[in-house]
């Protein structure tokens, strides 16, 4: 079911050939609605970065279940989120979800030793809703992961957050070798300023969870088992995430073409796997601590 | 879960990963009795590896003053609680590690910070074991009432919780050295690791978001230089070396004296099952073995008397290598007591110390004609 594109040719391209596997029914025959097993993702004029616009109307919302992650170890067997409502679309060009559950705390922060933010992810994966999606992909098997983090949301909207959104009130005489800068002054930029990212060995490293400055709250990720996501060089994936009266709305957005190697293209007219995964910082959720989907669903996407 | 075997607790124990020793193991001995709370150590650490911002509340080094010190808080309190009865039957342990004890779902137990917990390093220090309003005391020995300090780094454990806890597989020990690592690229702060390691030696960078861990300087250990802690100490308490994987051990290497053939070094805490690879000369005026058992083993009372022995000019073997602590940057390979001196050699052969076990006294006249003036200090 796979078909290798020739511009680059370790991309993964979902659907061609497909039908031709036959091993999805709903392969290569886009409806145009959900239905129980898996949801549809619409088309529209253009996709919407903005989890408010009025064109997600237009998606036909599925609840998925979500449920404990029992398979790996630290486990999260009493999930905070029991449910989330998805909505799929595409504009021939870029695709987008909007995710959106209940949970009561805002955790947006992960400044503190014990603070976790709450976040969403997307798994698209090729094969059958049985293969290795389950178990975030297989050495032969990649899926990719768009994945929406509060704290990163945070970044994007008031700037990086620092010591200061943690501990306003600390004090400190120098912060070695920047003996030029006033304390409070010192932040991430600071160091790059003055070529001192050795003082911050995740930023000298290049961790992306590091990074000083941030245009999307939405990473694109690899994965080929358990333990194995990686964050791809190419990060086009967009998306914003707000707070209802009850809990987040968060849309995420890619191109439907791939970019980088073991990333996947999905194509109009085919389908793909997909399965959700909600994370509530207050429940201390980080990593494989997090709620699933139950069962992983087939999206047909539409022409 | 693999059966591993794990010497500190004389018997297999569980952990998720096959038995795999380094070839040598970057190993510290601190004897506890000579420790004067300086914290010269902590400073050497911190102005080396952690003085950035998000790395404020980091003390990859720290001392506690022991009953009531503690850093994070209450750390040891906490995971001794958790883990529920332990007891030795013998040399063995009879009890539960952190891993054998591990509730559903979960790789260990582990007590789980926050940040108010980091928030009094220097808890408790210098408190005595007593109330001291309780009773009168007076100067005299053996002491009525007690502490000691601890000084404590990462134990670089051979069974590291830290390392089999991270669920990305971002924490490695070398296999050269046994240098447990923490790879700042991979690391996507999910924090398991502070979770799981017992001793609470991992840390939280706030800036970077993920998390980091002592080094054991590795960058100076490849070059034969030992680490900073170790190379500042003032009490010149900290012997650095390394220890040879069991059944290996060489009588000339003084790591390998101190902790396999007189068996003066003991672990702290070896219930929780990591074998750590900091020992400790237990503290010989604590008057509690109860407590000390808790902390270091069963055998701390064997080491306390052999190390007495040392002290009272019965070996001098010993004494000999307790005084090479500190008394060169080189890492030691080699040792040899000739009469009454003590010779050390590094890796490469070359000799780094040459030192008579009691430095000879030179008194002085009191006064110096030359300077015309008289000396309060003549030997
Ligand atoms: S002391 Fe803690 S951080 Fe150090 S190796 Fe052991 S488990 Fe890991
Ligand atoms: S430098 Fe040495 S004597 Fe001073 S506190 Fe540290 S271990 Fe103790």
């Known amino acids: 079911m796979v078909a290798s594109s020739s511009a680059i040719s370790r991309r993964t391209m979902i659907g061609g050939a497909v039908a031709g596997a036959g091993s999805l029914a709903l392969a290569g025959c886009a409806t145009d609605e959900n239905d129980a097993t898996g949801l549809h993702m619409f088309r529209v004029g253009r996709t919407p970065d903005d ?89 032969d098997l990649p899926v990719n992961l768009l994945h929406w983090k509060a704290d990163w949301q945070r970044d994007v909207d008031q700037g990086r957050q620092g010591l200061d959104a943690a501990y306003p009130n600390r004090a400190v005489d120098v912060y070695p070798p920047l003996f030029d800068v006033a304390p409070a002054d010192v932040d991430i930029d600071a160091y790059v300023e003055h070529g001192a990212t050795n003082w911050l060995p995740g930023v000298h490293a290049g961790n992306p969870i590091s990074v000083g400055s941030r245009t999307s709250p939405v990473e694109k990720l690899v994965a080929f088992g358990f333990s194995t996501t990686t964050h791809l060089p190419t990060q086009n994936a967009g998306g914003a995430g707000m707070r209802t009266s009850t809990g987040w709305k968060v849309c995420l957005t890619r191109p439907l073409a791939a970019v980088d190697e073991r990333e996947l293209s999905v194509l109009p007219g085919a389908s793909f796997t997909s399965a959700f995964t909600v994370w509530s910082g207050g429940g201390r959720d980080v990593g494989s601590r997090k709620a699933p989907s139950r069962t992983v669903h087939v999206v047909t996407v539409a022409p | 879960m693999a059966e591993v075997f794990n010497w500190q607790l004389n018997r297999m124990m569980q952990y998720p990963y096959e038995e795999s020793r380094p070839i040598r193991q970057a190993a510290a001995i601190f004897d506890t009795n000579k420790c004067i709370g300086c914290q010269t150590c902590t400073l050497a650490c911190k102005t080396c590896w952690t003085s950035g911002n998000g790395q404020e509340y980091m003390l990859w080094n720290n001392v506690e003053t022991k009953p009531w010190g503690s850093y994070p808080l209450a750390w040891d309190v906490r995971e001794l609680e958790l883990l529920g009865p332990q007891h030795w039957d013998g040399d063995t342990y009879g009890g539960k590690t952190i891993f054998e004890a591990a509730p ?74 046994g240098i447990v690592l923490l790879d700042q690229e991979r690391c996507r702060g999910y924090r398991v690791c502070f979770e799981a390691c017992p001793y609470k030696k991992v840390f939280y960078n706030h800036t970077t978001r993920v998390s980091e861990k002592c080094v054991f300087c590795f960058p100076a250990v490849e070059q034969g230089i030992q680490p900073r802690c170790m190379r500042n100490c003032i009490g010149k308490i900290r012997s650095f070396g390394f220890l040879s994987r069991p059944g290996e051990e060489r009588e000339d290497n003084p790591i390998d004296f101190l902790v396999h053939i007189r068996k003066v070094g003991k672990p702290l805490y070896p219930q929780f099952g990591l074998e750590p690879n900091v020992y400790y000369i237990p503290p010989i005026h604590v008057d509690s073995n109860a407590f000390l058992t808790m902390l270091f083993g069963p055998g701390c009372l064997d080491s306390i008397e052999a190390y007495k022995k040392a002290m009272n000019g019965e070996d001098n073997e010993l004494l000999a290598v307790l005084l090479l602590a500190v008394s060169t940057d080189q890492i030691i390979h080699r040792f040899q007591l000739k009469g009454q001196t003590v010779e050390a050699w590094n890796e490469k052969g070359d000799k780094v110390v040459s030192m008579p076990l009691k430095v000879p006294t030179v008194e002085r006249t009191p006064y110096d004609p030359d300077l015309n003036v008289y000396r309060y200090n003549i030997t």
């Open chain 2, 104 to 177: 559903q779902g979960e790789r260990n137990i582990a007590w789980k910070p926050t940040d108010m917990d980091y928030s009094y390093p220097n808890r408790g220090e210098d408190e005595v074991n007593v109330t001291l309003t309780s009773k009168r005391y007076h100067l005299k020995l053996p002491h009525d009432m007690w502490f000691f300090y601890l000084p404590r780094v990462c134990n670089h454990c051979t069974y590291a919780a830290c390392l089999q806890g991270c669920p990305r597989q971002s924490i490695y020990k070398r296999p050269e050295d």
């Open chain 1, 51 to 139: 989890p408010n616009a009025d064109v997600w109307g237009l998606a036909q919302p599925f609840e998925i279940d979500l449920g404990p992650q029992d398979m790996a170890l630290p486990m999260r067997l009493d999930p905070a989120v029991t449910t989330v409502r998805v909505r799929a679309l595409h504009d021939g060009t870029t695709m987008g979800f909007l995710m959106e559950w209940t949970d009561e705390d805002t955790n947006d922060l992960s400044v503190r030793v014990d603070e976790y933010r709450d976040a969403c992810a997307v798994m698209i994966a090729e094969g059958t809703p049985g293969d290795a999606a389950r178990t975030m992909g297989g050495a």
